[in-house]
């Protein structure tokens, strides 16, 4: 039997009640998507993009579905007391797959912004969700997405006005919280009109040792002049399979930077893709992955050029121990066209014993001549001569060992713009190195106050 035929069936079954408990936007791309999965099934290794994790391998456990909407027994604002320090006192909570209203009112915002359940926010204001709902996501062509869209019920919505500028960062807490094996399907929309400004950091964190599987899509419209600071943070557990598809759409003059840090997990799949739309956008994108154990990390980053004078930089760094595996595949489109390009793409990875594995695969297509364009990557392991050079000035090799690994990954680090978040992830990174970091979340090392 085919791995998607019990996910067929399901919808098949309770198409009906996938609707009932949704909205009537996400309901309008629903059927379409499950047609679209129905088609394309789940990606395959034989697909370019996919062939370094197989991804349908991971839908078949029998995982259970909370279509109804059953309301789990935890609030997380009880389990959750602190955040990071002066980061935010007001977080927004999505357990499993479905927004958790606040149990008190979060900070004022300012006037016009919008944030909450894409469910209830999308009923509210269709006329407002409508147009972006759905529209970069590329349902047709990526069986993921397509899941995704057909089986989605809820998430979160982020609605910045023209001009408004969010002086505080927003944080976003993805939380998972079962006893059996769950497959959960969440979205995300962020909507920045033209001038707005927005900062979020968004979290993923499991309270169980269950089976857990997350399929995420992202959407974000930065309008012109437009600036989004987006931060994804990972600490799960060995038992949690990450798959996230992040859309990303620039106009002219918009600003973006895009941080992906996977401290703890078991396999993780994220997909970033960017079209620079307008002249003169800019991405800077950041990655770090620490893997130990049986870990898997694989990143997929691309980005079109579509517009002249548009301006992108990736760093992606992997630290991989025992016998972990990574991945990192980018490819950067420069369109006809998109004259006065400039785009660089690094790789650099360390791993740490003979076992681990990373595979690498940076690639340009240029259809332009008028470009600066560059990319690389390495694969290597700890430098003996510096371990050498430590030892002798009485520094056990275990202490240099970690040393050399945190310096490795610092530069990723210190592209956050956020200072308090910045110091609290060199604390995180440095436990994380030492095995001092715990297996899971529980305590919420990221977003608990220290």
């Known amino acids: 039997m085919r791995v998607e035929q019990p996910y067929i069936d399901l919808y098949q079954q309770h198409g009906e009640l996938l609707c009932r408990h949704s909205s009537p936007v996400l309901n309008a791309q629903r059927a379409q998507a499950f047609q679209a999965f129905q088609q394309q099934g789940f990606p395959t290794r034989k697909l370019e993009r996919y062939k370094y994790t197989d991804i349908s391998k991971l839908f078949e456990p029998d995982f259970g579905m909370n279509l109804r909407r059953v309301e789990v027994q935890t609030n997380p604002y009880e389990v959750f007391r602190g ?24 900070r004022e915002l300012p006037a016009g912004v919008l944030v909450g359940s894409l469910r209830q926010l999308s009923e509210q204001y ?25 089986f ?32 959960a399907s969440r979205r995300v929309l962020l909507i920045l009109e033209a001038g707005a400004q927005l900062t979020l950091l968004a979290c993923d964190h499991a309270l169980s040792g269950a089976q857990t599987l ?71 994108a950041y990655g770090m992955a620490i893997e130990d154990g049986r870990q898997v990390v694989d990143n997929q980053v691309y980005v ?19 016998a972990s595996i990574g991945a990192f595949a980018g490819l950067v489109k420069v369109q006809p066209g998109a004259h006065h390009t400039e785009s660089h793409q690094t790789n650099r990875n360390l791993c740490a014993t003979r076992e681990a594995h ?93």
Do not use: W
Not at 89 to 94: E, I, K, L, M, R
Not at 129 to 144: F, L, N, W
Not at 234 to 259: C, D, F, K, N, W
């Open 304 to 322: 079109e050029h579509a517009a002249p004078r548009c301006t992108s930089d990736q760093l992606f760094k992997y630290v991989l121990d025992d």
């Open 152 to 183: 989605a019920q809820d998430g979160l919505l982020i609605y910045v006005p023209r001009g408004v500028v969010m002086e505080h960062p927003l944080q976003l807490i993805n939380l998972l919280r079962t006893d059996h094996p769950l497959l």
């Open 358 to 450: 990373m595979y690498t695969q940076p690639q340009l297509e240029i259809y332009n001549d008028d470009v600066q364009c560059s990319h690389g990557a390495t694969v290597g392991q700890l430098d003996e001569a510096a371990l050498f050079y430590m030892r002798q000035r009485g520094i056990s090799l275990h202490e240099a060992r970690l040393l050399l690994m945190f310096a490795f990954v610092d530069d990723v680090v210190s592209a956050v713009r956020i200072p308090t978040l910045r110091d609290r992830l060199r604390q995180l990174v440095e436990l994380r190195f030492r095995g001092e970091l715990g297996k899971g979340c529980a305590a919420c090392n990221i977003c608990k106050k220290v």
């Open 214 to 284: 997350a399929t995420q899509v992202i959407e974000a419209y930065v309008g012109p002049d437009a600036r989004l600071d987006l931060y994804e943070l990972e600490e799960t557990a060995s038992s949690h399979t990450r798959i996230s598809q992040l859309y990303v759409q620039q106009e002219a003059g918009s600003q973006v930077l895009l941080g992906s840090m996977t401290l703890m997990g078991g396999i993780t799949r994220n997909t970033t893709s960017v079209r620079m739309v307008g002249q003169g956008a800019t991405l800077h």
């Open 83 to 106: 955040s990071v320090p002066q980061l935010s006192t007001s977080p927004y909570f999505v357990v499993n797959d479905a927004y958790y209203p606040p149990s008190a009112p979060h």
């Open 126 to 150: 269709p006329d407002l969700v409508r147009p972006y709902y759905g529209k970069i996501a590329e349902a047709q062509t990526d069986g993921i997405t397509a899941f995704n869209t057909a």
